[in-house]
């Protein structure tokens, strides 16, 4: 197994630097997408909130990777890249941001990510740990797979919260797969069905590179997980899906979608742990919205 990489509070506070920058991306993103925008288009406004900030993409050029950001619509899960494609009214979106910045001669890397429905209200983080969903506010003559859309984004949302927070009192990294599984088996007996949870595509560290050791997965695996320790960093991202988990990758070797065309969400954080709690970097308030529900105050840097 790979080393974990452990930060000191110092570091961390140079990726807390990196996960505002990727905050600041959301921000740019969600005042942009909007029915009648390409992705392309949105990508350009990713490049120009990285460019702003004085930092650097992660993603362009990443293994080849085009663009500055990941946008995955309707049944694409993950890696889906920006090009001509318009943006409707209701498509289901997950924007998947990063960027780095240097310190002590090394990168220190933010990533995160989050989903929305174009032309809805934006639910903040406060107004969702209160309570607020999108489901709520979808007529109730609504298509069925229009309502299913909304409460897909609202599962996988509220498992991020929950992995996110399992970590503040967890022992193991499989503290986030026991969390997301949790979540997923009681909004399906509230809902009347019950989301897939992407087994091929997990979280990971994070640190002086994007992609690190371990790997931080959002179901139960057999085995002893890694213990948490104080200076890891880890981006906990569940992925859910509306039908079978089953996926392929299309000819560009990047977007990976649902073989039966269901629709997908993805949500992601960066959350450090230190000594005295956990901070989620890549959140502005550092995930005290996110977090209350759970009874966990995080560490503000």
């Known amino acids: 197994m790979s ?43 990713s490049a120009e909130a990285i460019a702003r900030a004085g930092a650097t993409s992660n993603f362009l050029h990443y293994y080849g990777y085009p663009a500055t950001v990941c946008i995955s619509v309707n049944d694409v899960v993950v890696h889906g890249i920006p090009d001509d494609r318009v943006l409707a009214e209701g498509d289901l979106v997950s924007f998947d941001c990063g960027a780095w910045v240097g310190h002590d001669s090394r990168q220190w890397h933010g990533d995160a990510a989050f989903s929305m429905i174009v032309g809805r209200e934006w639910i903040g983080d ?4 209160a309570g607020a969903r999108s489901a709520d506010r ?65 979280g990971h560290g994070i640190g002086t590179a994007m992609h690190q050791a371990p790997d931080v997965l959002n ?19 569940p992925m859910l899906v509306a039908g079978s988990i089953e996926t392929s990758t299309d ?18 954080h960066s959350i450090a742990l230190l000594d005295d709690g956990v901070c989620v970097l890549t959140a502005p308030d550092c995930g005290a919205a996110g977090l209350a529900p759970y009874g966990v105050a995080p560490v503000v840097l």
């Open 3 to 45: 080393r974990i990489e452990i930060k000191s509070r110092r570091q961390i506070g140079w990726m807390r630097e990196a996960g505002l920058v990727v905050a600041d991306i959301h921000k740019s993103l969600r005042s942009a997408a909007r029915p009648g925008v390409t992705t392309a288009e949105l990508d350009a406004v």
């Open 251 to 268: 000819a560009d070797e990047w977007t990976v979608r649902t073989v039966d065309g269901a629709d997908a969400a993805h949500w992601e």
């Open 219 to 237: 179901f139960n695996a057999r085995g002893i997980s890694p213990k948490l320790r104080p200076g890891m960093v880890l981006a906990v991202e």
């Open 138 to 202: 979808v007529p109730a003559d609504a298509d069925p797979a229009v309502r299913r859309r909304h409460e897909l984004d609202d599962v996988t949302r509220e498992s991020l919260w929950a992995a996110l927070a399992a970590l503040a009192t967890g022992r193991r990294v499989s503290a986030v797969g026991r969390a997301v599984e949790e979540v997923v088996a009681e909004r399906a007996e509230a809902l009347g069905w019950e989301a897939g949870i992407i087994e091929e595509y997990t």
């Open 126 to 129: 406060a107004d969702f740990a």
